[in-house]
């Protein structure tokens, strides 16, 4: 499928198994690149209630049974997604699904930390395409924004040279009301970087020269790695670096991130309010502290240390707890704070709100699910990373460029009648050296091009680019 290099990929048929977070949104996102969907749910009326808007089939009952499956139409499905709340279903789903329907690409939502290795070492015998730890990617991600201090969100491509960064404009900054075509000469030698999407407010937009930088804006920079560092510098944004760190609710995605905080040095303290998980997390984490409190108390977290520690990370299941314990954080000037988010992730109210940077383990689950889609249909020039962002008005994509793929070798400033509307091309990569591209950069074979697209259309291939 998918391997003919047509400009449009191949419509699928899909089934998507678990009717919660995840799953909705990726019935959603899949819906909108026009695939054939099935949902199965063990609920058919919440199923049905939940997806009115989104066109698919549904099938009630459970999605590991052979019956159940048969019934969704497994024997003509290109792609299994089980996304379950149950790691045990989600992969005695796929190996049942593979054994009725060898040909079937499989992908399995896999969290608990006892199964990872083994995972990875079975996944032929299970049969998964892909497995998917949400919260694994999401400590990942928190873990790198602690590790510089001054980004809101830190997204990485071409094997780690280039990363996608967003930072706040501050009232009487450096940035403010500063014209995107003067930012050269505002930052100084040796710092270049590309602005390549502003949120202002309600409205998203890749911006032009000409686009001015107003207080309060959310804006999004691509820049060589090694640009970072000195980008903060010359905006005045304080960094020292993180030694405590205090986490709000002991849930995997806390004990992933204590792991990755242990090794790097970073004290950690946990308050998780249930009796039982905290004994666990006291077995499991030996090095970090538990302590059993409420911290949604602000009695609890001063008792704590929040106005002494580094870093705050709110990592509860409840999005609203989260939101509103970050905010006590910013007013008590705790330098650093992040936020998990999935119910209330993307509904644009977050940036007007002192909650630091905010990861949505449901978001990078369901980027990663669509950019494995992608590939499967457009195996000629599909993008190799996705990443979502701007509450997933933005994508940003990046290719591989081969013998297939438009205006190799021509500069930039010839296509600027060719290229869509809402559409950038931001970095590329050439033997390792990373550019921020002028009108007279060009890309040629094996070359990595970083795109961001303005979600108007889906981007499958990166002649998609192109009118």
Do not use: W
């Amino acid at each position: 499928m998918g391997g003919d290099g047509k400009d449009k990929g191949i419509t699928m048929r899909i089934i998507v198994a678990g009717d919660g977070k995840v799953g909705l949104e990726l019935l959603r996102l899949l819906s909108e690149e026009g695939h054939e969907l099935v949902a199965i749910d063990s609920s058919g009326d919440v199923l049905k209630r939940q997806i009115q808007n989104i066109d698919v089939m549904t099938v009630e009952g459970n999605c590991a049974a052979m019956s159940v499956l048969q019934e969704a139409g497994i024997e003509h499905t290109d792609i299994l997604i089980a996304v379950t709340g149950s790691d045990e279903i989600n992969l005695l789903c796929c190996l049942t699904a593979k054994n009725l329907h060898g040909a079937v690409h499989t992908i399995a939502r896999v969290r608990s930390p006892e199964y990872t290795e083994q995972l990875y070492l079975m996944r032929e015998d299970y049969g998964l395409s892909l497995i998917i730890n949400p919260e694994k990617e999401a400590a990942e991600e928190i873990s790198r924004l602690l590790q510089l201090p001054g980004f809101l969100k830190r997204e990485t491509f071409a094997k780690g040279r280039v990363e996608l960064v967003e930072l706040l404009v501050n009232e009487g900054g450096l940035l403010q009301n500063t014209k995107l075509m003067d930012l050269p000469r505002v930052l100084g030698p040796n710092c270049n970087v590309l602005v390549c999407a502003v949120i202002r407010g309600d409205e998203v937009f890749i911006p032009t020269g000409g686009t001015t930088l107003l207080a309060g804006d959310h804006i999004y920079v691509t820049a060589p790695v090694t640009n970072l560092s000195l980008l903060l510098t010359r905006i005045g944004v304080t960094r020292r670096k993180i030694r405590h760190a205090l986490l709000i609710g002991g849930g995997r995605v806390s004990y992933y991130l204590t792991q990755q905080l242990l090794l790097s040095g970073v004290r950690v303290k946990i308050i998780e309010r249930d009796e039982a998980r905290a004994a666990q997390l006291a077995t499991m984490l030996p090095e970090a502290s538990i302590i059993l409190d409420d911290g949604a108390s602000p009695e609890a977290l001063v008792r704590e240390g929040i106005t002494e520690t580094d870093a705050l990370v709110t990592l509860t299941g409840i999005d609203e707890q989260n939101v509103l314990t970050s905010m006590y954080g910013s007013t008590l000037g705790v330098p650093l704070v992040a936020t998990k988010v999935d119910r209330i992730g993307s509904t644009g109210i977050l940036e007007n709100l002192s909650v630091g940077s905010v990861v949505s383990p449901k978001e990078t689950c369901s980027a990663h699910i669509v950019q494995y889609v992608r590939a499967m249909e457009n195996q000629a020039g599909a993008a190799v990373t996705l990443h979502r962002v701007a509450d997933g008005r933005v994508e940003a994509l990046e290719f591989v460029v081969n013998e297939k793929m438009r205006f190799i070798g021509e500069p930039l400033k010839n296509l600027h009648s060719h290229i869509k509307k809402n559409i950038l091309i931001s970095c590329i990569t050439h033997r390792g050296r990373t550019v921020i591209p002028d009108g007279n950069a060009h890309y040629e074979k094996n070359d990595t091009v970083i795109v961001i697209n303005g979600r108007e259309s889906p981007i499958l291939q990166f002649n998609d680019i192109f009118e």
